[in-house]
């Protein structure tokens, strides 16, 4: 009988957030004291670290989720979902005594979107809680993170997966001020504009202030730096290459989500030793493919449906 051949898949592990989303989209956002009707309601399960962990997964890799919920219908829910996609949740972790984390979203006519983060069980991620799975960050080719968890428990997962000679990719989502001995530990950066200039201190409105913006993080201690510019692609800094990549002109529907799309989908790229641009390509593809459907976990594609 002929043999299978044995196809190894990249395994990556991802800590960060669990929240169900909310969503109300409408012809417009709503300014301050202003009542909008006439909006569509979704609920999805969301959450910056679930839905790049469910990228990272149906694009390939084999992936284990380091989280916390609360011990509710909502969490409860997301463990279930994390089970279908093939995601290891033995370190899913409970809180007793806060809720799953809620996130309440608005998307206008042109797919943009507004979102207010009611974070939950996610705040009491701990560093006890990562030493209870360093055996799967020694095992892992890739660590992908974010920070709707607290930042002294990224901070210490970054420092023991570098211990480990780990790969550690950072998505600074929300945009907070990092430390330089943070940042020593990551491999490649992945900030969207507002975090680029929350990081840098520059404005990123073009190619040229990108340029700045990204070797202003290059010198914090950062060799590669990929900054999200959304519709219009991405600038990436490569050591001491810069390469402006652009995105792939689509419909856009709905932006939410995207940018978990493009960390899950650039680590997995990035974990077949595929180049840092080569990732990008494949990044901006699988984001592009994002944006023309509904939905954060609802909208993320398969590695079948990636067209370079």
Known sequence: ???????????????????????VKAGRLPVPGETVLGGTFYMNPGGKGANQAIAAARLGAEVTLISKIGYDLFG???LEIYR??????????????????????????????S???????????????????KSKLEEADIILMQLEVPIETVEYAATIAKSYGKKVILNPAPA?????????????????????EMLSGIKVIDEESAWRAAKAIG????????????????????????????????????????????????????????????????????????????GAQSAIPYKREIAL
């Open 115 to 133: 979102i207010i983060v009611a974070p939950g069980a996610s705040r009491s991620l701990s560093t006890e809680d990562i030493d209870k799975a």
């Open 219 to 294: 010198e914090k201690g950062i060799e590669n730096v990929v900054i999200t510019l959304g519709k219009d692609g991405a600038y990436v800094k490569e050591k001491e290459e810069y390469t402006m990549i652009p995105a792939k002109e689509v419909e856009t529907i709905d932006t939410t989500g995207a940018g978990d799309v493009f960390c899950g989908a650039f680590s997995v790229y990035l974990s077949e030793n595929h180049t840092l641009t080569e990732s990008v390509e494949f990044a901006n593809a699988a984001a592009a493919l994002a944006v023309t459907r509904m």
């Open 84 to 113: 279908s996609e093939k995601i290891n949740t033995e370190f899913i972790f409970t809180d007793q005594k806060s809720p799953s984390g809620v996130a309440l979203i608005s998307v206008d006519s042109y797919g943009e979107n």
């Open 1 to 23: 009988m002929e043999r299978e051949s044995f196809i190894y898949k990249p395994k990556i592990v991802v800590i960060g957030s669990c929240n169900t989303d909310m969503v």
């Open 176 to 196: 907070s001020v990092l430390s330089n001995s943070f940042l020593s530990c990551v491999h490649t950066i992945l900030p969207n504009r507002i975090e680029a």
């Open 76 to 78: 409860l829910q997301a």
